[in-house]
């Protein structure tokens, strides 16, 4: 659905189905949805800026246009990225499309199962623990309901990053409630939160400025055209450190 929000072609006639019937709901979808995407590409180049090398993208979907290999590579041709999602078909087109490049895995497995992503081959053999990585959870958490074990999740997590690792995330607040109801009744609970929900998922990592602000907001670049109200965008997102 995400996909087809963004005008791409790796997706299925149920997800335009429910999409389609989204952005009769909310017409503002696609743009949302754009500016989400922008957000993932400003949070990747700033964690490259920092020198990181190795990138964790967790409820990561099908890697299309402007994914995070495309990127950070941009930046620097050796960066290494595991594409993680819970969905078996996202999976699997997933690594059909990143057949060949040794730089980049995908791994199906649940948030929840956090001890068993960063044990999984894939992420050993790509990634370096001890070294900082970028950890993406762009526009996932709120598919995630508040339980204790997402909470262990994050804690997991968070305690497996080296310092100067980067979080980078993006979550639909109550403007989006409409939104919610339709995937709710699809099939999919989506849970909106507001800003201090969101920074409690945050507990352990240190918010980069600006902090928790609306999409739009967050270290625009410099030739973004006008945004109007960000509060439109129904999105808040941030980038924070593992001190």
Not at 72 to 89: I, M, N, S
Not at 126 to 136: A, G, S, Y
Not at 159 to 179: I, W
Request: net charge negative.
């Amino acid at each position: 659905m995400y996909d087809r929000y963004l005008g791409g072609s790796h997706n299925f006639a149920a997800d335009r189905a429910i999409a389609d019937r989204a952005i009769e709901l909310v017409p503002d979808i696609p743009r949302i949805a754009r500016a989400n995407r922008a957000f993932l590409r400003r949070a990747v180049r700033y964690a490259a800026g920092r020198g990181i090398r190795q990138f964790l993208d967790i409820g990561s979907g099908i890697p299309t246009e402007g994914n995070v290999h495309e990127v950070a590579r941009a930046l620097d041709p050796g960066a290494r990225v595991v594409y993680v999602d819970v969905d078996p078909t996202a999976a699997v087109h997933a690594r059909q499309l990143l057949a060949g490049d040794p730089l980049t895995a995908v791994v199906q497995a649940d948030l929840h199962e956090a001890e068993r992503i960063l044990r999984d081959p894939e992420v050993e053999t790509l990634l370096d623990l001890t070294e900082p990585v970028c950890l993406l959870m762009v526009a996932m958490l709120h598919f995630v309901p508040d339980t204790p074990e997402l909470r262990s999740a994050m804690r997991v997590l968070h305690s497996a990053l080296a310092p100067g690792s980067v979080l980078a995330v993006s979550h639909a607040t109550a403007a989006a409630q409409r939104l919610a109801d339709l995937y709710t009744r699809a099939g999919t609970s989506m849970v909106v939160r507001d800003r201090g929900e969101l920074a409690a998922l945050l507990a352990g990592w240190a918010p980069v400025e600006p902090g928790i602000v609306w999409g739009p907001l967050w270290r625009p670049d410099p030739d973004a055209g006008p945004t109007g109200d960000p509060e439109s965008y129904a999105t808040l997102v941030a980038v924070a450190e593992r001190t």
